[in-house]
């Protein structure tokens, strides 16, 4: 992730209506809600909740370690009832990104995508480059510091 160029959808709305979506298992997605390790601990001290109570060990997604675990309902372990998420500040990246997801290209650039699914989508203001830009830098940061722990190890 160290090349800064990225391609993103140009005039795109957006506009998170807390439907709750995005956090669970649809009839036509099993959503898989996967954290790297440093966000497991992070959300760990935040809540006081023992890392293996809310996620299990995730072997075939690196650079992710970690999938949430949900409730019978299929929805995430932290999202309560009225779809608010409980963990909103330390929330994994993955679901900062959604309805988005950002994809490494073989040319080295990388590509915003969106999906449908999301009924926030074509609702709310058009996002723009700095929008796109801010998604990019978290990443860059995220994964930045899980390769820095991996050469760590090494």
Do not use: W
């Not at 109570?53 to 299929?74: A, H, V």
């Amino acid at each position: 992730m160290g090349n800064s160029d990225f391609i993103f959808p140009k005039k795109i709305r957006f506009e998170c209506i807390n439907c709750g979506v995005c956090c669970g298992d649809t009839k036509e997605k099993n959503r898989r809600i996967l954290m790297l390790s440093e966000e497991t601990a992070e959300i760990s001290v935040k809540t006081g909740i023992k890392i293996s109570d809310f996620s299990n060990i995730c072997l075939d997604k690196k650079p992710y370690l970690y999938e949430m675990n949900k409730k019978q309902n299929g929805k995430c372990f932290f999202l309560s009832s009225k779809n608010k998420c409980n963990i909103y500040s330390e929330r994994p990246l993955i679901c900062r990104f959604y309805p988005f997801e950002l994809i490494d290209q073989s040319d080295g650039n990388h590509k915003f995508y969106y999906t449908d699914e999301c009924p926030g989508i074509n609702k709310g203001k058009t996002l723009n480059k700095k929008y796109f830009t801010g998604l990019f830098e978290q990443a860059k940061n995220r994964f930045q510091f899980y390769f820095m722990n991996i050469n760590n190890r090494i």
